[in-house]
């Protein structure tokens, strides 16, 4: 009689340490998923940066002013006018 208690109670010993082995098993693989999943997104952070920076230097340099003018006076055939042609207005 008691060593049937005493096997029941190994018993349930064993299935609580297998299923303790189990769960690390599980936390352990999601872990490395998940770690891996960080790695993945950290490279796409980096690579978004340096396509952000790329990104800001073209838009400073297709809206710079030397650039606005030489298409206005190759493209449009605009030109600056001279002093003399110049107006003031004044403003009250």
Do not use: C
């Amino acid at each position: 009689m008691l060593n049937e208690g005493v096997t029941s109670l190994t018993m349930l010993f064993l299935m609580l340490v297998i299923a303790s082995a189990l769960g690390l098993v599980y936390v352990k693989y999601d872990a490395r998923l998940k770690f891996n999943q960080l790695q993945k997104e950290l490279h796409e952070q980096d690579r978004l940066g340096v396509e952000w920076s790329r990104l800001q230097l073209e838009h400073n340099t297709w809206g710079s002013n030397n650039r606005i003018q030489e298409l206005a006076q190759k493209d449009l055939k605009l030109q600056v006018p001279a002093p003399k042609q110049i107006i003031y207005i004044k403003v009250k």
